[in-house]
Nanobody
Framework: QVQLRESGGGLVQTGGSLRLSCEAS????????MGWIRQAPGKDREYVAA????????RYSDSVKGRFTISRNNANNMLYLQMNRLNAEDTAVYYC???????????????????WGQGTQVTVSS
C-alpha cells in the first residue's frame, strides 16, 4: 500500500506559478512511475503529467505542455509539479498518482493509477 500526500495548492492569479509536492510513504517509491491528475468541476478527469521511475522520460497533456514540469526525487520519495503561466482553465483539484511498473523507463498518461493522494486545490483567479 502506497500513501500519497499532496501539498502546495492554493490561490494564484492568472500568469502566476505554483509548485505542487507529493510525499510518498512507501519505501519502494522507485517501483512506481508517478503522475499528476486533475479534476475540475463539471469536467472529465485529466492526466496532465507523468514521469518514469528513473525520471528520464516524461509525458504531458497538450493543455499543459510547455507550462508544467514534472520531476521526482527518488532519494526522498518526492514528486513535484512546477506550474507556470497558470490560467483559469488550470483550476482543479490536483491528485498525485502512482502506478507500478517493471520498466524503469516506462511512462504513460493513459494507464489508470494504482494509488491516489487526497488531492490539493489549485485556484487561478483572473
Amino acid at each position: 500500500q502506497v500513501q500519497l500526500r499532496e501539498s502546495g495548492g492554493g490561490l494564484v492569479q492568472t500568469g502566476g506559478s505554483l509548485r505542487l509536492s507529493c510525499e510518498a510513504s512507501e519505501g519502494t517509491f522507485r517501483n512506481y512511475f508517478m503522475g499528476w491528475i486533475r479534476q475540475a468541476p463539471g469536467k472529465d478527469r485529466e492526466y496532465v503529467a507523468a514521469i518514469s521511475i528513473r525520471g528520464d522520460f516524461r509525458r504531458y497533456s497538450d493543455s499543459v505542455k510547455g507550462r508544467f514540469t514534472i520531476s521526482r526525487n527518488n532519494a526522498n520519495n518526492m514528486l513535484y509539479l512546477q506550474m507556470n503561466r497558470l490560467n483559469a482553465e488550470d483550476t482543479a483539484v490536483y491528485y498525485c498518482a502512482a502506478r507500478a511498473a517493471d520498466n524503469i523507463h516506462y511512462v504513460s498518461v493513459k494507464d489508470a493509477p494504482d494509488y491516489w493522494g487526497q488531492g490539493t486545490q489549485v485556484t487561478v483567479s483572473s
